[in-house]
């Protein structure tokens, strides 16, 4: 069992579709992340969030929407994805978003968008 | 852009054998992490060498690291075939803040 919890596992959504993905944590991490991966890839990151503020998004896309109610969750919302868009979302957390910590990750939601 | 470059892509061995994957790197590191991905599934951390370490240990695992040839080395001893998964290593910069650049990673599989 992983100790981020992602919800939900599988994700079918149409273009036109409005939809979140979300994650949780109870180890008090204060760094929270989001990547996508394709298959056979490494993980690319999109944003990740320190002390519940946005402190990097690398360049993605406004479809892609994330938010961080509290120091245990990470939403993203999505929403007019296009089939590329098509992915496993990861989501990590660490203690803080200190010089290369450790990340605990989740098991991921895999996305299909039709 | 990926910082790591996993070597080999692919490594198939038998149950009971030794698995040694290999990462180069480009820029000045912090640290080099490992961590391994099961089919499906999230990754998980395997191991942390700092810049001024040469070698590290957990269980079956050992990890070496060479800063003057920009290069580790994971090494998996006596495999099973519950060690069946993709490796990536993953570099973490000196400026707090920055992320982790994961390599392209070594899919490993290993039949008994």
């Known amino acids: 069992d992983t100790e981020v919890t992602q919800t939900p596992k599988h994700l079918v959504m149409g273009m036109t579709n409005k939809k979140s993905l979300k994650c949780e944590q109870h180890?008090?991490?204060?760094?929270m992340y989001w990547y996508k991966q394709k298959a056979k890839k490494p993980p690319e990151l999109m944003f990740v969030?320190?002390?519940?503020?946005?402190?990097i998004n690398e360049s993605v896309p406004s479809r892609f929407s994330p938010e961080c109610p509290n120091s245990s969750l990470l939403n993203l919302h999505l929403h007019a994805l296009q089939p590329e868009d098509s992915a496993l979302y990861l989501c990590?957390?660490?203690?803080?978003?200190?010089?290369?910590?450790?990340?605990?990750f989740g098991d991921g939601t895999r996305l299909s968008i039709l | 852009s990926q910082q790591g470059e996993e070597d080999p892509q692919a490594l198939s061995i038998q149950e009971g054998e030794n698995a040694t994957m290999n990462c180069s790197y480009k820029t000045s590191i912090n640290n080099l992490q490992w961590y391994r991905q099961n089919s499906g599934r999230g990754l998980v951390h395997l191991i942390l060498?700092?810049?001024?370490?040469r070698e590290k240990h957990s269980g079956r695992l050992r990890v070496t690291l060479d800063t003057s040839k920009k290069s580790s080395s994971l090494l998996i001893t006596a495999s099973r075939a519950a060690d069946t998964a993709s490796y990536f290593c993953a570099t973490a910069g000196f400026q707090a803040g920055t992320a982790l650049i994961f390599g392209k990673g070594t899919t490993l599989s290993v039949s008994s």
């Open positions: 180890m008090g991490h204060r760094a």
């Open positions: 060498i700092r810049s001024n370490e």
């Open positions: 990590a957390s660490s203690q803080e978003q200190g010089v290369g910590q450790p990340q605990h």
């Open positions: 969030y320190s002390y519940e503020k946005l402190s």
